[in-house]
């Protein structure tokens, strides 16, 4: 390999990377606040992506994006208050396989309303064919737009966590129910909150890619194994690592599709996941790390 | 200031609390003590709204909160430094405390909020030496002062504590005590809980004895001291008395 494929295969790979990264946040805002993982955290991404697509036949990109972001959170909302919360004496694994029937719930209904073709968003800037040379490689416009979007996601998520009464409220439910309650939280708005929270970056992180990986009613899954693979890989409930984590394995993707077969590349990911479960439970990065970075 | 009529609660087909009234007045300090498992936690964790009581009633300045959310009871005036000191371990001392002025942010009264948090620092230094520190790197004592600011940020009428002499060093229990007490002359009304009987009555005005979820005894600080059957269980003088 030269230089210029070198930097092309990176590029691809991180930029997967950062959408398996902003997945897998989704999963960690959901998992620190309840202790269960969103299996339908992939089909936000969808849900997303197939709104704009759809609302971009009526109003301008930027706004159909906005309206769908909108709408997904919403619908996050809502998934939250009508299956989460309802259920009485909710064990973490209940929980779970209700989010299974969600993502497949979500999943049918896509098939419904947006059939079972393949669609997408035009690209932002330029066509599929325009491409900007960095290093001798040729890279797409939207290729930057999904790297700078899942950046400006997470830098917005740390001050927001950090900062804003709300954003703390939601780390100290995490932290401690009990006490967050004692101190006039209300957790279950907090829960209904990061459901919203993890709806809405997974929307805009499927309309970003969609112009690139295209969008279809049950990719959701996927993404989901994906994300779910990098969020264990970083430690669950730890944003930070789950970027080092994306990034990865989107890089160990995209060198892995250059030297063999394309089909080991969706085995990569699986393989991970077992070692990782096996071998390090905690993820890659230790409980000592995880509790430090929590703090940020 | 509170009143407790014929409270019932428990957990699952558990029943703790078997029928408990009692009463704190304004400005008075009351302690309640009794042996391992005999539902203190469990009276103030209903009081705090954690539990919902299966019956009686619960009024906190005249308004029933037997059955209002949490976050109702906090706004009441009426806080609980729960067992164990549960600070958030994870976030700094500082965030710990305007945590507990989580509802006063929301209603946006800054200002009265860094002045609760000028008082905190003032009555435990070590707090404000320890601001950006994270809250699960304090020792023991350090985390129940935490657990008891971040209560007082609330701006409570009533302020609960639950044995805050619990996994406490000597020293800064009675340091913890001597603050307590200055609170209690600011006016603040207390209701604690404790194992440590002899501190707790110590500070209070009146104290009740649980037994088994019921109150057996109940008495100014005095009485309460001078009762054999107090000393015996509660205060440890017979032992003493065998030993001499
Ligand atoms: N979460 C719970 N679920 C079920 N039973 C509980 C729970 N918490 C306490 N209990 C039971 O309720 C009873 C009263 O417990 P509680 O914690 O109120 O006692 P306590 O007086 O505070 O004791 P201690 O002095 O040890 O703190 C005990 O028998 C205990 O086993
Ligand atoms: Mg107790």
Redesign the pocket.
């Known amino acids: 390999m030269n230089l210029p494929q070198v930097v092309q295969y990176c590029f691809a790979g991180v930029t997967v990377g950062s959408i398996y990264a902003i997945v897998a946040i989704g999963f960690n805002i959901i998992y620190n606040t309840t202790g269960i993982i969103n299996f339908a955290q992939g089909e936000f991404l969808i849900v997303g992506a197939m709104l704009a697509i759809s609302f971009n036949h009526f109003v301008p990109l930027p706004v159909a994006i906005f309206l769908a972001v909108v709408i997904t959170t919403i619908i996050g909302g809502l998934v939250e208050i009508v299956f989460i919360r309802q259920v009485r004496n909710a064990s973490v694994l209940r929980l779970v396989v209700i989010t299974i029937g969600i993502s497949i719930l979500m999943r049918e209904a896509m098939l419904h309303i947006w059939d079972e073709k393949v669609r997408s968003l035009p690209y932002f800037t330029g066509t599929g064919v325009s491409t900007v040379t960095i290093l001798g490689a040729h890279i797409s416009p939207q290729v930057l737009w999904v790297l700078g979007v899942s950046a400006v996601i997470v830098m917005g998520l740390t001050p927001f966590f950090r900062f804003t009464l709300t954003g703390r409220a939601m780390r100290a439910c995490a932290d401690d129910r009990m006490a967050a309650r004692l101190c006039g939280i209300n957790d279950r708005w907090m829960v209904t909150l990061s459901f919203m929270l993890s709806a809405g970056i997974g929307a805009l992180a499927g309309c970003v890619i969609s112009p690139v990986t295209q969008t279809q009613y049950d990719m959701g899954a996927s993404l989901a194994i994906k994300g779910f693979t990098v969020a264990i890989l970083g430690g669950l409930g730890n944003s930070m690592a789950a970027v080092a984590a994306g990034l990865m394995l989107g890089l160990v993707e995209a060198f892995v599709m250059s030297q063999f077969d394309v089909a080991y590349k969706e085995a990569v990911s699986i393989v991970i996941l077992l070692l990782i479960l096996v071998f390090r439970p905690s993820g890659l990065f230790g409980k000592r790390e995880i509790a430090a970075m929590r703090a940020l | 200031m509170l009143k407790i009529l014929n409270l019932e609660a ?3 087909q ?1 029943r ?2 078997k029928g408990i009234s009692l009463h704190v007045l304004p400005g008075e300090a009351v302690a309640i003590i ?12 209903t009081i705090a709204g954690v539990l919902r009581p299966r019956s009686g009633k619960i009024m906190f300045n005249k308004q029933d909160i037997s059955n209002e959310p949490l976050e109702k009871i906090v706004e009441a005036g009426c806080c609980l430094a729960p ?1 164990g000191r549960h600070v958030f371990s994870t976030m700094t001392v500082k965030e710990n405390l305007l945590l507990g002025a989580y509802h006063r942010q929301r209603n946006g009264a800054s200002a009265d909020i860094a002045s609760s948090l000028k008082q905190v620092y003032k009555l435990f230094g070590i707090l404000e030496e320890r601001a950006n520190q994270l809250a699960g790197t304090l020792s023991g004592g350090q985390q129940q002062m935490l657990a008891i600011g971040r209560a007082l940020m609330s701006g409570p009428k009533l302020l609960m504590m ?2 805050p002499s ?1 996994g406490v060093a000597p020293l800064l229990v009675k340091s913890i005590y001597q603050t307590i007490a200055n609170l209690k002359r600011e006016g603040l009304t207390i209701l604690l ?1 404790e ?1 440590n009987a002899r501190a707790a009555l110590a500070l209070a005005d009146r104290g009740y004895v ?1 037994e088994t ?1 019921q109150i057996v005894l109940e008495g100014t600080s005095r009485e309460l001291g001078d009762n054999p059957e107090v000393q015996r269980a509660y205060l440890g003088k017979e032992y003493r008395r065998i030993d001499e």
């Open positions: 428990g957990y699952g558990l703790v609390l009794g042996a391992n498992g005999a539902g203190k936690t469990t009276l103030l964790k067992e639950d044995e619990l809980v194992q649980f979820g």
